[in-house]
């Protein structure tokens, strides 16, 4: 597996630790979270493969992930589009937050989300190992989709849509 970085509660490091692990026990670690956008406004979703350790099968963000020990947010979330969605564009960060979420599988998310915001009008090529499908939408649509059908997105996405749209 992989090696995720722990953070304290100011994103500072304090230690690296293999990524299952850190979700076993709860600890903070580093991630980041994309949001892109066409010019329509609306909001480009993924739906996680079925076989993702948790969450599979849900409507999220476009991209999200962890960075590496010694690779920079940014730099990690130009990777992680590229290998997810297959393809990349500017990216911007806008906001930070700290959640806590523990899952039916016994897993915790307990994570300091940096979240970047681009801009993109093309149709991604997913890898099916990570996203079985995606989806513009509008915020409209979203506002009604998140309130009747909760279950559809995961918890993080839920968290920070909003803002997003606010921000853009």
């Keep these: 597996m992989s090696?995720?970085?722990?953070v304290d509660e100011n994103d500072n490091q304090i230690g690296i630790m293999e990524k299952i692990e850190a979700h076993e026990?709860?600890?903070?670690?580093?991630?980041f979270s994309i949001f892109i956008l066409n010019s329509k406004g609306e909001m480009m979703l993924q739906?996680?493969?079925d076989g993702k350790y948790h969450c599979g099968g849900l409507w999220t963000n476009t991209c999200c992930s962890?960075?590496?020990p010694n690779e920079g947010n940014k730099e990690a979330a130009h990777r992680r589009l590229k290998e997810e969605m297959g393809f990349d564009c500017e990216l911007k960060e806008i906001f930070n937050f700290t959640y806590y979420?523990?899952?039916?599988?016994?897993?915790?998310?307990?994570?300091?989300?940096h979240v970047f915001i681009?801009?993109?009008?093309?149709?991604?090529e997913l890898n099916s190992d990570e996203v079985s499908d995606w989806?513009?939408?509008s915020p409209k649509y979203l506002d009604k989709d998140t309130d009747s059908n909760p279950n559809k997105y995961t918890y993080w996405?839920?968290?920070?849509?909003?803002r997003v749209f606010q921000n853009n």
């Excluded at 090696?3 to 722990?6: A, H, N, Q, V």
């Excluded at 979420?101 to 989300?113: Q, T, V, Y």
């Excluded at 681009?118 to 991604?124: A, E, K, M, W």
């Design 3 to 6: 090696d995720i970085i722990l």
């Design 25 to 31: 026990k709860g600890l903070l670690h580093r991630c």
């Design 47 to 49: 739906k996680r493969a």
């Design 66 to 68: 962890h960075p590496k």
């Design 101 to 113: 979420k523990k899952f039916d599988n016994g897993l915790i998310e307990h994570e300091f989300d």
């Design 118 to 124: 681009g801009n993109y009008d093309g149709d991604p």
């Design 135 to 137: 989806q513009w939408v």
């Design 157 to 162: 996405f839920v968290l920070a849509y909003k």
